[in-house]
């Protein structure tokens, strides 16, 4: 058995071992259910003092879609990171396709983000996944995501 075949939840501190993501643009906070090749529900705790609400919109701060694009995408970047035992590694997973995303509610700083990920296609350099993002088991944003896998090292 390996480190990574073990690991059902990541904290901060191992996200930043598997996803290079740092400040102000690393959007997930931990990962749960983390089951490799199948799917993980990642957490973004939603917070006023974020940078994109300065600007989006000062009166009425709402988290910008592409940032919760992109939490979902953090989130099966460190699924990925699991399932292929690339711990300590120089991983980096890049967008090429987002399909059928659709937004259906507000995110809010004081809400608990919840990014339910599936994986629909993996295993090799070409990933894709099923993402809903809820609030409270309300869907905020669902979409398809595909990416590729660069493996550095």
Request: charged share 20%.
């Amino acid at each position: 058995m390996t480190e990574a075949s073990a690991i059902t939840e990541a904290d901060i501190h191992l996200i930043q071992r598997i996803i290079p993501h740092r400040y102000p643009f690393l959007l997930i906070d931990k990962v749960y259910n983390i089951v490799p090749f199948k799917g993980c529900v990642g957490v973004k705790n939603v917070t006023f003092n974020e940078p994109h609400f300065q600007g989006h919109f000062p009166q009425t701060p709402i988290m910008p879609g592409v940032t919760i694009i992109e939490a979902m995408a953090q989130s099966a970047a460190v699924l990925v990171g699991v399932s292929l035992d690339v711990i300590d590694r120089d991983l980096l997973v890049y967008f090429m396709a987002i399909d059928s995303c659709k937004f259906r509610r507000k995110v809010v700083p004081g809400d608990v983000l919840e990014l339910h990920m599936t994986v629909k296609r993996g295993g090799g350099k070409i990933w894709k996944f099923r993402g809903e993002a809820t609030v409270g088991g309300e869907l905020a944003c669902e979409a398809e995501i595909t990416a590729m896998l660069d493996l550095r090292d």
